[in-house]
């Protein structure tokens, strides 16, 4: 059999490097002889690499305390140097589009002004990325590696079959910005690399990261890496029954999650039963305007009394725990990370924590945790699928890439 030559040890020596940066990424600073125990790399061949990555300013030596004392190379730490990168972020959602500039470390270098898209013209909303992108480079003075578009998933399965959104939006880009790397994704998934990447619990790699909008989309994350499912259907609950006895749904099904638990379902719910005399506390908060009605002032009406809205809240509150419960059964995750639920989360998270405890023990204390991510760094998940291609799976080999032909 021919020896493969040249593009064979291109990719070996590519796929190497990417390794480096993926551990680095996952466990920081750490020795040259750390990383090729690790790794299952020689020693000469790892030091080879670093020292190109060094050189070409992708990584960069430090030294703990403990080994200030010893000479030579071995006595020192590398680790990424995040600050010399970064991504371009672009979260689509339900009405606006948010992005913004951060490094790969997640630190946000610049956030542009949300800008608002009829969500019914897929040029409109193709504009309003294209004008978010551009207000973003200008002003800044660094050259992303490349730019990470999230889309919310109901938004894009709108458009199905007709329109592959996401491919629309690409191409839109990469016409607009022809030298522009460009990765496009559901929102959520996204968000879910950002929650591990950025977010304070680096070794948190099995985890179920639920995004609550006008879709509940949920994503799982297995070492780290997202599990998309056969038909890269996982994850998506609008149409899982949870009340049987429930409304009907487009679907043709009752009491789908779509009805039950999204955020319009619940403010379609409240609208029902929304006047000055049934509803005092919401009336006022809404300046007696029913269309100004937002899930925060849901939670300000229950609180503030309005009976029907308690009741509304008893019973989503009760199914929405039952489907969380059933979802950390199935599928035993370290964590389970809710973004999107606004006003008194942390009190919501506490609840499903002792709920979690009461039902399946001690363990399970802390089974759930509340997202960093909110409406102002959204555009994170972007950020964080953007680097995972361009910067850890592409080896970090736009620099220099004469070195490797």
């Known amino acids: 059999m021919r020896e493969l030559k040249g593009t064979s040890k291109l990719n070996i020596k590519l796929s190497n490097r990417s390794q480096i940066l993926k551990f680095l990424r996952c466990q920081g600073p750490c020795a040259r002889s750390g990383i090729s125990k690790n790794l299952a790399l020689t020693q000469a061949g790892v030091s080879l690499l670093i020292a190109e990555m060094l050189e070409e300013g992708v990584l960069w030596e430090t030294c703990e305390d403990?080994?200030?004392n010893k000479p030579g190379k071995n006595g020192m730490l590398v680790d990424i140097h995040y600050g010399n990168f970064y991504t371009l972020g672009c979260h689509v959602g339900d009405t606006h589009v948010y992005s913004g500039l951060a490094d790969i470390k997640g630190r946000i270098q610049y956030?542009?002004?949300?800008r608002i898209f009829d969500p019914s013209q897929p040029y409109s909303i193709l504009e309003k990325v294209n004008a978010s992108i551009q207000d973003t480079l200008s002003h800044t003075g660094q050259v992303p590696i490349g730019v990470g578009l999230g889309i919310n998933n109901e938004l894009f399965r709108k458009f199905l079959p007709e329109l592959q959104l996401n491919v629309f939006l690409r191409d839109g880009v990469k016409n607009e910005y022809p030298d522009v790397s460009v990765i496009v994704d559901i929102a959520s998934r996204q968000l879910a690399l950002a929650q591990i990447d950025f977010g304070?619990?680096?070794?948190?790699?099995?985890?179920?990261?639920?995004?609550?909008?006008?879709?509940?989309?949920?994503?799982?994350?297995?070492?780290?890496?997202?599990?998309?499912?056969?038909?890269?259907?996982?994850?998506?609950?609008?149409?899982?029954v949870i009340d049987p006895n429930g409304e009907l749904?487009?679907?043709g099904k009752r009491g789908c999650v779509k009805t039950v638990m999204t955020i319009e379902g619940i403010l379609g719910r409240a609208r029902k039963v929304y006047s000055k005399e049934t509803t005092p506390v919401l009336y006022r908060v809404t300046e007696g305007n029913p269309n100004r009605l937002e899930y925060d002032h849901l939670k300000i009406a229950s609180r503030g009394g309005d009976k029907p809205i308690m009741r509304i809240y008893e019973r989503d509150?009760?199914?929405?725990?039952?489907?969380?419960?059933?979802?950390?059964?199935?599928?035993?995750?370290?964590?389970?990370?809710?973004?999107?639920?606004g006003l008194y989360a942390n009190e919501f998270v506490e609840?499903?924590?002792?709920?979690?405890?009461?039902?399946?023990?001690?363990?399970?204390?802390?089974?759930?945790?509340?997202?960093?991510?909110?409406?102002?760094?959204?555009?994170?998940?972007g950020n964080a699928a953007a680097g995972r291609r361009f910067f850890y799976e592409a080896a970090a080999c736009f620099r220099g890439a004469a070195a490797f032909l």
């Open 66 to 68: 403990e080994c200030r």
């Open 111 to 114: 956030t542009a002004q949300p």
């Open 200 to 240: 304070m619990t680096p070794d948190m790699d099995n985890m179920l990261f639920l995004q609550v909008a006008n879709s509940l989309d949920m994503s799982m994350t297995i070492h780290g890496e997202l599990w998309n499912g056969a038909h890269g259907n996982m994850g998506w609950l609008d149409h899982v």
């Open 249 to 251: 749904c487009e679907c």
């Open 317 to 341: 509150d009760s199914l929405f725990f039952s489907l969380l419960q059933n979802l950390l059964t199935l599928f035993d995750p370290e964590k389970c990370v809710v973004q999107g639920i």
């Open 351 to 381: 609840r499903l924590n002792q709920q979690a405890e009461k039902t399946f023990g001690e363990q399970f204390g802390k089974a759930y945790e509340l997202s960093f991510i909110n409406e102002k760094n959204i555009f994170l998940g």
